[in-house]
């Protein structure tokens, strides 16, 4: 017989390591190899400051007699070894990596945060008033989905920076990105919020909470949204990567950070231009950079999918 005394009860840690999802995990390698890249990275951008070997973004730190030094080799003139080489204005990639993908992965969490935020009001809204405000919103989400959301993005970024002064729009541009990718990817949250918030507000719980007069925003907040999160944790990992992909994209068409802070979309931007020259290391380590990041944090994501998936288990 089970003894279930408190002194002899499971903790919370014990409890979440036997979890269905924890199972899954440790018998997923995939998964754990994009976690563990995941976390690398992550885990570099946001102590970039105490493990780059060099701050590339003060110029008072830079020797341009540096520039162009090759992956391992000393340098012609000054002698000085980089691990990843520097750019043209030696600058030290790998310190520009880390500091790169720091601002890459800001964006990318503020972007997809801002969204689902977004996204998630919508659709509890929708789903849960219906009627004209249904029609609304869905119509208003349905004409967004028919324009690609980097050219969205774009729009959205270019008619912001028209109202914000010149003076003004370097120190905003990073702001302003990241509300520009998230007005373009909130549709996909506020319609899977909007389906599950359609089936749950006819459960017997919901109608209990409405029978005892609870306030509907009440009801919205601590009954229906957090049986709907399931589908939007999936969506907002799967998301982080695409937010991530769209800021390298602006990044690279010369609209997105700017170049006095440079994202991992910026330095292969830098880089490409002097790729038929020779200096292949200037565009080759950030894109390895950008490529596992937005692959291991897609990885999480399907993982993440088929393990909430009951149906799968």
């Keep these: 017989m089970t003894d279930f005394t408190p002194e002899n009860r499971p903790n919370a840690f014990a409890r979440a390591w ?12 995939l998964a754990i190899v994009a976690a563990l890249v995941s976390i690398l990275i992550i885990l570099a951008a946001v102590f ?15 020797n341009l007699m540096d520039g162009f030094t090759p992956p391992m080799e000393p340098n012609q003139f000054t002698g000085n070894v980089y691990w990843l080489g520097t750019d043209n204005q030696g600058r030290d990639v790998f310190s520009t990596i880390l500091y790169g993908a720091r601002i890459s992965l800001f964006v990318g969490f503020m972007a997809v945060l801002f969204a689902m935020v977004l996204g998630i009001t919508l659709g509890l809204i929708a789903g ?16 967004q989905l028919t324009f690609p959301s980097i050219l969205l993005a774009l729009l959205i970024f270019g008619i912001a920076r028209g ?18 990718i998230g007005l373009s990817d909130w549709v996909q949250y506020a319609r899977v919020v909007r389906g599950a918030t ?21 009801i919205l907040v601590r009954h229906i949204l957090p049986n709907v999160m399931g589908p939007v944790l999936v969506i907002a990992t799967i998301g982080l990567a ?9 990044s690279f068409l ?16 830098i880089g490409q231009g002097f790729l038929f020259s020779g200096e292949w290391w200037i565009l080759l380590f950030p894109s390895i950079t950008l490529l596992a990041l937005a692959l291991s944090v897609n990885l999480l994501g399907d993982w993440l999918r088929d393990a909430l998936n009951p149906r799968l288990r």
């Design 18 to 29: 036997d979890s269905d999802i924890a199972w899954s995990f440790r018998h997923s390698p």
């Design 128 to 143: 849960y008033r219906g009627g004209w405000v249904d029609s609304l919103l869905m119509r208003v989400a349905d004409v």
């Design 254 to 269: 010369g609209v997105g950070v700017p170049p006095t802070q440079p994202s991992l979309g910026t330095l292969i931007r």
């Design 242 to 250: 695409l937010a991530i992909i769209a800021e390298a994209t602006l």
């Design 198 to 218: 359609m089936v749950e507000k006819n459960k017997e719980y919901v109608q209990a909470a409405r029978v005892i007069g609870a306030h509907p925003v009440k």
């Design 163 to 180: 109202f914000i002064p010149p003076q003004m729009r370097d120190a905003m541009a990073i702001w302003v990105l990241i509300v520009a």
């Design 48 to 62: 970039a400051p105490w493990l780059a070997p060099h701050d590339p973004f003060n110029p008072a730190s830079l």
